[in-house]
């Protein structure tokens, strides 16, 4: 199985919707609608169940349900105003690496309901713990797709923040296709506004929780789950993620990249998505030499183009139309200052118990930071590429956990 195989299709048009308002349907009639069949899972918001939709010819989808905590009025409150936004969001995206939305009910009690298309497959979380880590070859097929999920939601009007990008939230469907389940926590792009501070331990960056994310953001969660899914190994919280020390086989040029994408202060980061999934297709290439770099990928490599009013380039300035160069970038786009390295110590316990890790590390101070292993270190380039091909019966056993 080649996940590449499946990845040229163009992604669906966006389709606009009006503003979300929320219409009080009789609920018998809604729950006449949908067959629940099983539930599918439960986290901290909601449960999730397997149903069918009768409108529909009992097509098979994913009901979610706030759970209501009438015992704390304000978590309550938080909770709905979260969901509201997950539907408002998914209103409005149209893309083959999304799941889809399809229906939003309030019952008559001020049950919430949101409706999704069901997704077959398995989480990558999942995956990795039956089989282990995918190897480098398959962790770069799946950076480009979440790549092309990303270049997707950074570069709409309002850009998306997904904020909650990890192994666990991206299924994989048996045809290769990689899909972003979960919105609960993505917001819209709004420089100059703090956002809700939530976290996940080791998939987070630091500003976010200082409840300052950014569209960079989004890269340090990739780079930390791209360490894991080549490893299989949970990144640690606020640390940069260099799979290549504890597993020598992973490719130096995907080890440099997971380095770069975790990287504390975002203005060391790649800037985009777009020029992380360049970086991914030239490692492709690296391990396939008569693979060709599609030219849609070649097509941002451009002139910078002027700043929006309020927010980011929507281009930067690439040097070998590859790394940004941070010296013709405007210093503090944001207009506010990064997390300094004492503050990330002060998470309180309420804050670990948030995010459920009990023991939050310190991050390690600049000058115990890892560095990027020298180029001419002959163990660093003793490395040959040529055996990081994954054996094909990863794949093998992978068609036959979905055929459980």
């Given at each position: 199985?080649?996940?590449?195989?499946?990845?040229?299709?163009?992604?669906?048009?966006?389709?606009?919707?009006?503003?979300?308002?929320?219409?009080?349907?009789?609920?018998?009639?809604?729950?006449?609608?949908?067959?629940?069949?099983?539930?599918?899972?439960?986290?901290?918001?909601?449960?999730?169940?397997?149903?069918?939709?009768?409108?529909?010819?009992?097509?098979?989808?994913?009901?979610?349900?706030?759970?209501?905590?009438?015992?704390?009025?304000?978590?309550?409150?938080?909770?709905?105003?979260?969901?509201?936004?997950?539907?408002?969001?998914?209103?409005?995206?149209?893309?083959?690496?999304?799941?889809?939305?399809?229906?939003?009910?309030?019952?008559?009690?001020?049950?919430?309901?949101?409706?999704?298309d069901y997704v077959p497959g398995k989480n990558?979380?999942?995956?990795?713990?039956?089989?282990?880590?995918?190897?480098?070859?398959?962790?770069?097929?799946?950076?480009?797709?979440?790549?092309?999920?990303?270049?997707?939601?950074?570069?709409?009007?309002?850009?998306?923040?997904?904020?909650?990008?990890?192994?666990?939230?991206?299924?994989?469907?048996?045809?290769?296709?990689?899909?972003?389940?979960?919105?609960?926590?993505?917001?819209?792009?709004?420089?100059?506004?703090?956002?809700?501070?939530?976290?996940?331990?080791?998939?987070?960056?630091?500003?976010?929780?200082?409840?300052?994310p950014e569209t960079r953001s989004d890269l340090?969660?990739?780079?930390?789950?791209?360490?894991?899914?080549?490893?299989?190994?949970?990144?640690?919280?606020?640390?940069?993620?260099?799979?290549?020390?504890?597993?020598?086989?992973?490719?130096?040029?995907?080890?440099?990249?997971?380095?770069?994408?975790?990287?504390?202060?975002?203005?060391?980061?790649?800037?985009?998505?777009?020029?992380?999934?360049?970086?991914?297709?030239?490692?492709?290439?690296?391990?396939?030499?008569?693979?060709?770099?599609?030219?849609?990928?070649?097509?941002?490599?451009?002139?910078?183009?002027?700043?929006?009013?309020?927010?980011?380039?929507?281009?930067?300035?690439?040097?070998?139309?590859?790394?940004?160069?941070?010296?013709?970038?405007?210093?503090?786009?944001?207009?506010?200052?990064q997390p300094k390295e004492e503050d990330l110590?002060?998470?309180?316990?309420?804050?670990?118990?948030?995010?459920?890790?009990?023991?939050?590390?310190?991050?390690?101070?600049?000058?115990?930071?890892?560095?990027?292993?020298?180029?001419?270190?002959?163990?660093?380039?003793?490395?040959?590429?040529?055996?990081?091909?994954?054996?094909?019966?990863?794949?093998?056993?992978?068609?036959?956990?979905?055929?459980?």
């Amino acid at each position: 199985m080649n996940l590449l195989l499946y990845r040229y299709r163009e992604a669906r048009p966006c389709v606009q919707v009006p503003e979300l308002k929320l219409v009080i349907q009789s609920s018998a009639d809604w729950f006449q609608r949908y067959r629940f069949c099983q539930p599918l899972g439960q986290g901290g918001m909601g449960v999730i169940y397997l149903a069918e939709d009768k409108a529909q010819g009992n097509i098979q989808c994913v009901v979610k349900q706030l759970i209501s905590k009438p015992s704390n009025p304000d978590e309550q409150f938080e909770a709905e105003r979260l969901f509201k936004r997950e539907v408002e969001i998914l209103r409005q995206l149209d893309h083959s690496g999304i799941v889809r939305f399809s229906d939003f009910h309030v019952t008559d009690d001020g049950k919430y309901f949101l409706v999704m298309d069901y997704v077959p497959g398995k989480n990558l979380d999942s995956i990795v713990q039956n089989y282990g880590p995918f190897g480098s070859e398959a962790t770069v097929e799946i950076g480009i797709q979440c790549c092309e999920v990303l270049e997707y939601l950074h570069e709409r009007d309002q850009p998306i923040i997904y904020r909650d990008l990890k192994p666990s939230n991206l299924m994989l469907t048996p045809e290769g296709q990689i899909v972003f389940i979960d919105f609960g926590i993505a917001r819209m792009f709004m420089p100059k506004q703090a956002a809700t501070r939530v976290v996940t331990a080791g998939y987070s960056p630091p500003e976010q929780y200082f409840g300052r994310p950014e569209t960079r953001s989004d890269l340090y969660a990739l780079g930390a789950t791209l360490g894991h899914l080549c490893t299989g190994v949970r990144p640690k919280p606020l640390t940069v993620s260099a799979p290549g020390i504890t597993h020598p086989d992973v490719i130096p040029e995907l080890d440099d990249l997971i380095r770069r994408l975790t990287a504390h202060n975002p203005e060391d980061r790649p800037f985009g998505a777009r020029e992380v999934r360049y970086e991914l297709y030239k490692i492709y290439h690296g391990i396939h030499p008569d693979f060709e770099i599609p030219e849609e990928a070649l097509v941002p490599l451009q002139a910078t183009v002027a700043p929006k009013k309020d927010g980011p380039p929507t281009n930067p300035n690439l040097r070998s139309g590859l790394h940004s160069d941070s010296s013709k970038r405007p210093a503090n786009w944001l207009e506010r200052e990064q997390p300094k390295e004492e503050d990330l110590q002060k998470v309180t316990r309420k804050d670990a118990e948030r995010i459920n890790y009990s023991d939050v590390q310190n991050p390690r101070k600049t000058s115990e930071r890892l560095t990027r292993p020298d180029a001419k270190d002959s163990n660093y380039r003793r490395r040959n590429t040529q055996t990081q091909q994954p054996s094909q019966s990863f794949w093998d056993k992978l068609r036959q956990f979905f055929n459980k």
